[in-house]
């Protein structure tokens, strides 16, 4: 019961924060009205500078994790993202809700970061593991659907009531927060100065330096990008799969556990690599398939069903991607799973801030069919990403620094 808590309350963290990423968007037309904003590019920018708290929020809450604990990270960060969504819907003018819109994306980082390692710590069967990372990942990609439809709904009464609803859930996604436990097990007594600096630069450094993190960081940019800069070609389709989605990765899932305990002796059932990344095997070569099928079929002379329905292997295969590689870093570096989501969580804000920004030049330039093939000519390289882990995954762990259950550096093991 006590994991399950834990578990339930990092998703309803999780889903506050991608919740709030995009509520604004829903009615930006009764913000901008009441406010007496007239420009079209300053109306984007309430979630705008969000997002620029999730580049720089997850590069200082994971490490912090790790160091001080979640219970800490979570609970402080969580209690200001509650006051400062208070403060957006109280805000007097524009300069003051877009003030208190950056902290609140600052403060709503936290989850991304933080819930990878917060989910490792209470599970260390992968299989529990893997799913509760499948549950998260629906979340995070559910959330985000749902905010802009009630903020259209909500905003005909006003529209600090969009704000409102934000606050009220976060109210009570509060109290149970409020009652979260620490789920990490090293000593936190000994820090010193010399060691909050080396964690504080440890997503970074996973970034640049270890090839697992920096190839899945790329991948998992760049679906989350295309996934960001098509979804509205696509339509609510995408959004009607995800719980056929979940429920495959749930069977998955079941199989993966009845192999295991038929094969506990077999050598190959055991390795990291093939425990998760066949599901990446999989969604890559049918995320490149979902493109070329919506390039060539988005055209007048084409019914509109047949493109729409290019939405079913694309997020099928995004969700594959997503669960496969995030649960790999997560197995790959259990003890600094925090970092490692972090360092993801930095690379995909960044690639989601600027891509979308250049598909409309591109798809204007190009046309949907060549801008679409466009992206999946780039999208091809990617796809070996996951072969290449499954054939020299293992070496490559074998060489970082921060290999689970390894003791070197920055460690978690002498604080």
């Not at 709503?108 to 593991?129: E, K, Q």
């Not at 055991?270 to 998760?276: A, C, L, N, S």
Request: proline share 6%; glycine share 8%.
């Amino acid at each position: 019961r006590k994991k399950l808590f834990v578990v339930l309350v990092g998703l309803l963290t999780l889903f506050n924060s991608v919740f709030d990423s995009t509520i604004p968007s829903g009615g930006i037309r009764f913000i901008a009205t009441s406010l007496n904003v007239q420009s079209e590019v300053q109306r984007v920018l309430p979630t705008s500078v969000f997002l620029v708290g999730y580049v720089m929020g997850p590069l200082a809450f994971g490490p912090m994790s790790e160091v001080y604990g979640r219970r800490i990270v979570i609970v402080g960060t969580f209690l200001l993202f509650t006051i400062f969504t208070l403060a957006c819907a109280v805000a007097p003018n524009w300069t003051a809700l877009l003030v208190f819109r950056a902290l609140c994306g600052i403060c709503a980082s936290a989850p991304i970061a933080v819930t990878g390692g917060l989910f490792a710590d209470v599970y260390h069967c992968p299989i529990a593991r893997g799913r509760t990372m499948a549950l998260s990942m629906a979340v995070t990609t559910a959330g985000p659907q749902f905010a802009p439809f009630i903020a259209g709904f909500v905003g005909t009464a006003g529209w600090r009531w969009i704000f409102w609803i934000s606050f009220i859930l976060a109210s009570v996604t509060l109290v149970p927060v409020l009652f979260l436990p620490e789920t990490l097990q090293h000593s936190q007594a000994k820090t010193s100065p010399a060691i909050d600096t080396r964690a504080f630069t440890r997503p970074l450094y996973m970034i640049f330096c270890e090839p697992i993190i920096t190839f899945t960081c790329l991948y998992l940019s760049y679906a989350s990008a295309i996934f960001s800069a098509i979804g509205a070609l696509l339509g609510l389709l995408t959004f009607h799969i995800y719980d056929n989605h979940l429920q495959r990765c749930k069977a998955q899932q079941q199989q993966q556990q009845q192999q295991q305990q038929q094969q506990q002796q077999t050598h190959w059932s055991t390795i990291t690599e093939y425990q998760r990344l066949p599901l990446a095997c999989l969604g890559g070569p049918l995320y490149v398939s979902a493109l070329f099928w919506l390039a060539w079929t988005a055209s007048p002379n084409t019914h509109w069903l047949i493109p729409m329905l290019a939405g079913v292997p694309f997020g099928a295969a995004f969700f594959l991607i997503f669960v496969a590689l995030m649960n790999y870093m997560v197995d790959a570096y259990h003890n600094y799973a925090a970092s490692a989501m972090a360092a993801a969580g930095c690379c995909r804000s960044v690639f989601g801030a600027v891509v979308p920004l250049a598909a409309g030049p591109m798809f204007r330039a190009l046309g949907v069919a060549w801008g679409c093939s466009l992206l999946g000519f780039l999208s091809l390289p990617l796809v070996v990403i996951p072969v290449v882990f499954i054939k020299y995954g293992d070496r490559i762990r074998g060489r970082s620094r921060f290999r689970c259950g390894g003791d070197l550096d920055l460690g978690v093991d002498v604080i």
